[in-house]
């Protein structure tokens, strides 16, 4: 009865230390796909009224787009792209891999030279 007992306790163990070796989960996001630099820091430092058109393309770079409205505001478009990449295996069962890009948009609504708002989507 004990060496069964003990022979049950020592596969459990064995089963607990070698899982860690057999299961395995990366997720990686690539900010090198990035066309423009988007940062938390700089985007809290925008004041509405405040904040230029100069400014935010010296810190943004040059938009992808622009769009002339009717009453003279102007919205600076800029389009980025993130790669997302996600791998799983369990020991030599599965192994799956799986990505996507992740598009982000951020614009910035520009009257008489000075940002009234922006929104990053």
């Not at 070796?21 to 004041?47: F, Q």
């Not at 791998?87 to 990505?99: E, G, M, N, P, Q």
């Amino acid at each position: 009865m004990k060496k069964a007992l003990l022979l049950t306790l020592m596969v459990l163990l064995a089963g607990t230390f070698l899982s860690g070796c057999m299961i395995n989960h990366r997720s990686h996001i690539s900010d090198s796909s990035y066309n423009h630099p988007i940062s938390s820091v700089l985007l809290d430092s925008i004041e509405p009224g405040v904040t230029t058109k100069d400014w935010v393309i010296d810190n943004f770079g040059e938009p992808d787009r622009e769009k002339h409205l009717k009453d003279g505001e102007e919205v600076l478009i800029y389009e980025n792209t993130r790669h997302k990449s996600s791998d799983f295996s369990l020991f030599l069962i599965i192994d799956s891999h799986s990505s996507e890009d992740i598009k982000e948009i951020l614009s910035f609504k520009v009257k008489d030279g000075k940002v009234e708002s922006y929104s990053l989507n």
